[in-house]
């Protein structure tokens, strides 16, 4: 965080601002943004955006034609209505025009309701965030105005915890020099207050009598979504001055600790930052939507084929046996020829065949997706009791997509790790502190309690933070002893940092840092000695041993992603001036001083070593600086500020030169522990045939060495390859070598890393099927390289050949470049999971994003499509609920399909038996409903509670072979129209739900009452349909009565239906049978596996009580009551193959995951097998 040193007045006089010569821009094409204080005539020349928002969609008049069309831009709606109007033409209709009219409706009224109960809760935020109020200062008095009346070019005055009402120049506030305390949890996540600072003319601008004569004008960029980016300039009193980012108060930021302040409106409403940076989330469809689609498409097509069929059965049937009855079936009038009969009945087939394609399908598969994500959101073992975080499904429309996931690309620090700092190590001048030693003088580790000595007592200091450990003592005796070294490397933490100081209570200080790292620094300081008290925009206030020292602050060069340092200028008591500098190994040590070789040699060694175990550096270094040569530079950074473009690059350029010819003083090494469950998550994943690749901007050696603790790499990979080029040529060569040595089948099994020599020709993607198991390590400015369009797929074959990848050193950008290569050419189903707000390009690339709730706020979260608050709960995410979420639907589709096509086809094999004319075999009553009462709700259990042609012609020739010879009880004809039709409707709604039965395998309560239930509802139905009641009140539409009494009343119809039933259904019962003895799967297997064990339930309980001697992770890793299901789900204790088994020998029950992993092994090892497919239940 910068803070501007004061603005010296010798600037040029300038005269008023520059004219109106130019143009005025168009709205929305600006160029540039002229806001003048207190003149809202001026401002309003400008036909600026107000200050009201609107997220929402419609209005009263607006819903219904707006909502329609939207809806009727859905393919399916559209269809649906053209069948509509073929229904109203009495000439090709056969069916009454409700039987399409009442579902269309339906779905139409369920998704208008859902968007004006959305578009509600739009308009409910929008007034209430609207009607807030705000003191705006009008003809010199502060008067009360709701947020939505203020326009651009007021002044605003603000309170404590008050939200900030438009994007605002900051004029003046109750704290000195201007400051005003900021949180901007709304705009970036960061909860950690943030500085903000007024430009020194208007700081002083306090009293409201000042502020209503102010008629400064701003000019700056135009309108848009750079949250940390402003460049401006305020023209008052003939002289200009700069502004930047520090200067403003951004909408949706809240005043912190900061009794008032005042502000001018620069953006308002939807040209504020917040507002241009909440577009729309990019739509993502799945691969079953994908899927669904082409099926639709391809059954339309079908339905056609039918249709013509039918169709020319017609007009043959009309010209060869029609003509001759035209006395009994006079043709219509409008109907000359065979063929214009033919023309008519093939509309009249589409209207009947079209439930083929129900309607109803596209609801069914979002209630179906909303039930799913909120058993995500009810998920109590994805809840996380430390932070009080449950797991949220932000969309509902990837659930399935979860269990196809092939790539999951991680962040490192947050997501992998804990990215809660701790200052672990350190090398000062030549010298590494930190080790540990126990009593004997032997190293020790920290991972090992019972050698842990006593931490280091920082009693001497009554400022310590108690909350710190180090473990070294002999760093604090010299700090004590007054090394000067040691003494000016704490200095530097103390000073160099953007950390905010709070000291509630006397000695009681609490740090408010924007990252951990700093956090984590600025609090070792504290505890040696170099305690941070204060700071002002000119000053630090830092207690040296006990001793209060205050440095005046020149000047701060801030850290970004490209210079990966930041710096600090500041002149101590004596009058000398000093930058302090601290950034990454990479940037710092190639701007060094040459006397500093010999010791660079030595704190690389130590930077090394640090990076080995996995700790996070940064080198420390310092310049003296001479009086002439500052004033220089600083006049010419002033300069470069005021620039009209590339201001920028210019800054940079001049930052660049100050910071060269340091000196070093040493280096820190930071702690960042893993996450609990971190490598048994990855384990189980890549058991899974799922690759990890590790997406970070650590140093190579620090992610290494995570990529060992957390057992993506492995002792047992034959190679751990690594990419460290400069250049295309050695980038393109090293990926050859690599390749190379996969392929070489006359290579010994060794690991480590290994550089190579031997050059070989392009290969193809029988990489993929190579023995062994690799890994690819590649930093940022090789992977810049590999990603350029003439190399991207030898990189990307020769990465996908890996079982690990990770990227080192990358940006945010080359993270989602990165994903976007392995969506293009791999066609694969990709998972990005991060937590950061460098983790939001990365995320919102893939084709599903996980957001993790960690240190580094919400950002991530935000732009997700999951999130929860620990990396091991994406095990479960993918492995439990995206594989019943894919089971689920693709079962509900199957038989979704199945029902349509068994209850539609029935027409077409009547057809043959009614002279082509169209004729319906169900009643019209039995076609309305089918779909959205007597099958909808078994179909939509299974779709949501399941945990793993030839109908139609049974369908129709049994019962019409049966009807053609039987009689009834009194020995008249059984067969006639409506009695067929009985018999057939409740044929097909047994047939369905005893077959919906069968593909359920995981029955509820709801299960049942859903299934029997509809079964259950369809013969109350049709008896009332067939009542004299429905009769007496309709007598033109219930004309049948008792119809479905005395049918149902024969013997010979109930066999009827039975025969059908146990037909249709037992070659499905047979194939199953045979399948499950002779060919199971892992599904059947563990199926099996539960079943017997809970048989024995309470054999194995007492075998528990009578085995549970060994140690605590064998008594975890298995729950024999629950049976091997919630083990393969939950996969606490599975490990790769190169983590010790030993715990697993103990129980017989591992047998199953060495023999899991010896099939993985062997498919592995053979051409044939596949690689890259993720294992699938």
């Known amino acids: ?104 409706v339906l779905v139409l009224t369920i998704t208008a309701v859902k968007d004006a109960t959305d578009d509600y809760f739009r308009h409910k935020s929008d007034n209430q965030v609207n009607n807030r109020q705000s003191q705006v200062l009008i003809n010199g008095i502060l008067q009360q105005e709701q947020w939505m009346n203020v326009c651009v070019g007021d002044i605003i005055k603000l309170e404590n915890n008050q939200f900030v009402a438009a994007d605002l120049l900051l004029l003046s506030s109750s704290e000195p020099h201007g400051l005003c305390y900021i949180e901007t949890a709304e705009l970036d996540g960061e909860t950690n207050m943030k500085v903000r600072q007024a430009i020194p003319v208007t700081s002083e601008l306090g009293d409201i009598s000042k502020l209503a004569k102010f008629d400064g004008e701003v000019i700056c960029e135009p309108p848009n979504n750079k949250l940390d980016k402003f460049s401006g300039t305020l023209y008052w009193k003939e002289n200009k001055f700069p502004l930047s980012n520090q200067n403003m108060l951004l909408r949706g930021c809240v005043l912190r600790n900061t009794e008032w302040c005042f502000g001018l409106v620069i953006f308002a409403g939807p040209d504020t930052k917040l507002m241009q940076n909440s577009g729309r989330t990019k739509f993502k469809r799945t691969s079953i939507d994908r899927l669904m689609n082409t099926l639709v498409l391809w059954i339309f097509g079908f339905l056609v084929c039918m249709g013509v069929i039918l169709a020319i059965g017609n007009a043959i049937w009309e010209h060869e046996v029609g003509m001759r009855f035209q006395v009994y079936l006079p043709w ?113 580790e920290l991972g090992k309690p019972p050698q842990r000595p006593e931490p280091v007592d920082f009693s001497f200091n009554p400022l310590a933070d108690k909350k710190f450990l180090f473990w070294d003592p002999t760093l604090l005796e010299a700090v004590k002893m007054g090394d000067p070294y040691i003494h000016e490397f704490f200095r530097l933490l103390s000073l160099c940092h953007t950390v905010m100081s709070e000291e509630k209570n006397e000695g009681e200080l609490y740090y408010k840092a924007q990252s951990p790292d700093e956090g984590a620094l600025v609090t070792a300081a504290r505890n040696f000695g170099f305690v941070f008290r ?152 890549t058991l899974a045939n799922i690759k990890i690749w590790v997406l970070t901007g650590d140093k190579q050696e620090t992610a290494v060495n995570i990529g060992y603790s957390c057992k993506m790499l492995t002792d047992d990979m034959s190679e751990v390859f690594v990419v460290t080029g400069h250049t295309v040529l050695e980038v393109r060569e090293e990926l050859r070598k690599a390749r190379e040595k996969m392929m070489d089948p006359s290579r010994t099994v060794g690991n480590g890393f290994t550089y190579h020599e031997k050059p070989s020709s392009k290969l193809t993607s029988v990489l993929e099927a190579v023995a062994g198991e690799y890994a690819l390590v590649i930093n940022g400015h090789s992977l810049a390289h590999a990603l350029e369009a003439d190399m991207e797929l030898e990189f990307l074959e020769t990465a996908c050949a890996c079982k690990a990848v990770i990227c080192c050193r990358v940006t945010p950008l080359q993270k989602a470049q990165v994903v976007e290569l392995v969506k ?57 609920h995206g594989r019943w979420s894919y089971l689920r639907m693709c079962k509900f589709l199957c038989y979704f399909f199945y029902k349509n096509f068994a209850f539609t086809m029935v027409h077409f094999w009547f057809g043959f038996f009614c002279g082509f004319s169209a004729q319906t075999v169900y009643d019209q009553y039995f076609i309305t409903l089918y779909n959205i009462v007597y099958t909808s709700l078994p179909v939509l259990a299974m779709g ?104 149902l009343a024969q013997p010979a119809v109930w066999l009827t239906i039975v025969l059908t039933t146990v037909v249709c259904i037992m070659p499905v019962v047979a194939f199953r049978f045979l399948k499950l003895n002779l060919k199971p799967d892992l599904s059947d297997t563990v199926r099996y596996t539960q079943l017997v064990r809970k048989k024995q339930k309470a054999q194995h309980r007492c075998m528990r009580r009578v085995g549970r001697t060994g140690s605590r992770r064998s008594g975890y890793a298995f729950s024999h009551q629950e049976g091997f299901g919630e083990l393969i789900m939950s996969g606490k204790n599975m490990r790769l193959s190169s983590l010790a088994l030993s715990s697993f020998t103990t129980r017989s029950s591992s047998s199953w995951i060495e023999s899991l992993r010896r099939k993985k092994s062997d498919s592995a090892s053979s051409p044939s097998g596949g690689a890259d497919k993720p294992l699938k239940g």
């Open 824 to 880: 293009k050419y791999k066609k694969a189903v990709t998972l990005a999971i991060g937590d950061g707000a460098n983790d939001v390009s990365m995320i919102k690339t893939a084709h599903i994003g996980v957001g993790i709730s960690g240190q580094e706020g919400i950002q991530a979260v935000l732009a997700s499509d999951y999130s929860f608050s620990q990396f091991k709960f994406l095990q479960r995410l993918l492995l439990v």
């Open 332 to 444: 219509d009038e409008a109907v000359d020829s065979a063929f214009f009969s033919g023309f008519l009945s093939f509309w009249s087939y589409i209207i009947i065949l079209n439930t083929v394609v129900p309607i109803s399908l596209y609801v069914s598969v979002e209630v179906i997706r909303l039930g799913h994500s909120y058993f995500i959101n009810w998920d109590k073992k994805m809840f996380c009791m430390k932070k009080r975080t449950p797991a949220e499904a932000r969309t509902t429309t990837l659930n399935e997509e979860l269990g196809q996931v092939e790539y999951i690309f991680s962040d490192k620090t947050g997501t992998l790790t804990q990215n809660i700092m701790v200052f672990s190590k350190c090398s000062i001048n030549g010298r590494s502190y930190g080790d540990m030693f126990d009593v004997l003088e032997h190293k020790a």
């Open 944 to 1047: 949501v509670f399941d945990q793993g042609i030839y109908t139609s012609v049974l369908m129709f020739f049994i019962p019409y072979g049966v009807f053609a010879e039987a009689t009834r009880d009194d020995g008249t004809q059984l067969a006639d129209y409506q009695s067929f039709a009985v018999t057939v409707a409740t044929s097909l709604v047994i047939v369905v739900s005893v077959q919906i039965g069968l593909d359920t395998g995981y029955w509820t309560a709801i299960n049942h009452f859903f299934i029997w239930g509809s079964v259950a509802v369809y013969f109350a139905i049709l008896f009332a349909m067939h009542s004299n009641g429905l009769f007496d009140m309709f007598p033109n539409q219930f004309r049948f009565v008792g119809n479905a009494q005395n049918t």
């Open 534 to 685: 204060s700071r002002t925009p000119k000053t630090i206030t830092v207690q040296e041993m006990g001793t209060a020292i205050t440095y005046q602050l020149l000047a701060i060069l801030d850290f970004n992603n490209i210079r990966k340092r930041m710096s600090v200028i500041v002149r101590n008591p004596e009058g000398k001036i000093r930058l302090y500098c601290k950034g990454a190994d990479t940037i710092l040590l190639d701007r060094l001083h040459h006397s500093t070789q010999e010791l660079l040699n030595t704190t690389t060694d130590h930077l090394n070593e640090y990076a080995g175990e996995g700790l996070r550096t940064l080198v420390l270094a310092y310049k003296d600086l001479d009086e002439e040569y500052y004033e220089d530079w600083a006049d010419r950074r002033l300069q470069a500020s005021l620039a009209q473009d590339s201001w920028e690059d210019r800054l940079a350029s001049v930052y660049e030169e100050i910071e060269s010819d340091m000196m070093l003083l040493g280096a820190t090494a930071i702690e960042d522990k893993l996450q609990q469950g971190v490598p048994e998550t990855i384990a189980l994943l």
């Open 1 to 104: 965080m910068t803070v501007p040193k004061e603005m010296p007045e010798k600037w040029a006089r300038t005269g008023a601002p520059p004219s109106w010569s130019r143009k005025k821009p168009s709205w929305g094409t600006e160029e540039e943004r002229r806001a003048r204080a207190n003149d809202r005539e001026y401002n309003e020349k400008f036909q600026y955006a107000s200050n009201c928002i609107k997220t929402s969609k419609y209005n009263i008049l607006t819903f219904l034609p707006v909502n329609l069309f939207e809806q009727f831009q859905e393919v399916a709606n559209t269809y649906f209505l053209f069948l509509l109007i073929l229904q109203l033409i009495p000439q090709i209709s056969s069916l009454s025009w409700f039987t399409t009219i009442v579902p269309l």
